[in-house]
């Protein structure tokens, strides 16, 4: 089956700073998705985006289907950014198979 | 998403006991996913219907586990009988009819085996 390959695995920012979380896949891809896991639990849709740039306030993302890849952006991170942010790949087959995740932990 | 209601939220129960967790996805869905989330083996799809028949369901881990789709409206995931490995947040997702494949997720059930 499709390999998802998130990075990196862990990431701690200090509130206000930036960063680039990596999805990479090993096969073609019908739609992809990026979630946001808060503390509680909940899966919360960030993005769906099969190919192109969506922005949505601070949080952009980018796929790339050509070269097998998406990025999500997050500019001046908060706190409430804290979480682990999953990237979710959805092939031929109708199901979606998602990375491990990248923890993200945002200093005060 | 309030497009999915779970039930319990949570539940504690002893090993071999029967665990029941379900599911209802609000109308105008035509895909319905349950998934499992462990700190081992991350979020793993375990099962899906498409217009409440089952597609795909090989990653049900063995026989102990079940489901069942018998209405658009409501879905039920079976442990008989559970075991502690069971333990894990089973999540209930959905696709809706009018997009082409953008995923929601219910709440969650987390599941305790003792």
């Known amino acids: 089956g499709i390999q998802v390959e998130q990075s990196p695995p862990d990431l701690i920012l200090q509130e206000g700073a930036n960063s680039t979380l990596r999805c990479n896949f090993s096969d073609s891809v019908n739609n992809l998705q990026w979630f946001h896991q808060n503390p509680w639990g909940q899966l919360i849709n960030l993005f769906y985006i099969p190919s192109g740039t969506k922005q949505n306030g601070r949080l952009s993302a980018t796929t790339v289907a050509t070269e097998r890849y998406s990025s999500l952006y997050i500019s001046s991170s908060q706190t409430t950014d804290s979480g682990v942010y999953f990237c979710?790949?959805?092939?031929?087959?109708?199901?979606?198979?998602f990375g491990d995740g990248t923890t993200l932990t945002v200093k005060p | 998403d309030a497009g999915v209601i779970q039930s319990p939220r949570h539940e504690v129960t002893e090993m071999g006991q029967e665990v029941t967790l379900r599911c209802k996805p609000i109308?105008?869905?035509?895909?319905l996913f349950w998934y499992r989330q462990t700190m081992m083996r991350g979020l793993e799809l375990l099962i899906y219907f498409n217009n409440n028949v089952p597609i795909d369901d090989s990653g049900m881990p063995e026989d102990r586990f079940s489901a069942k789709m018998p209405n658009a409206s409501f879905s039920t995931l079976k442990i008989q009988p559970s075991e502690p490995r069971d333990s894990a947040v089973y999540f209930c997702a959905y696709k809706r009819l009018e997009d082409t494949g953008e995923l929601f997720f219910g709440e969650g059930s987390r599941l305790t085996v003792l």
């Open positions: 109308s105008g869905h035509n895909s």
């Open positions: 979710a790949v959805n092939t031929n087959a109708g199901k979606s198979t």
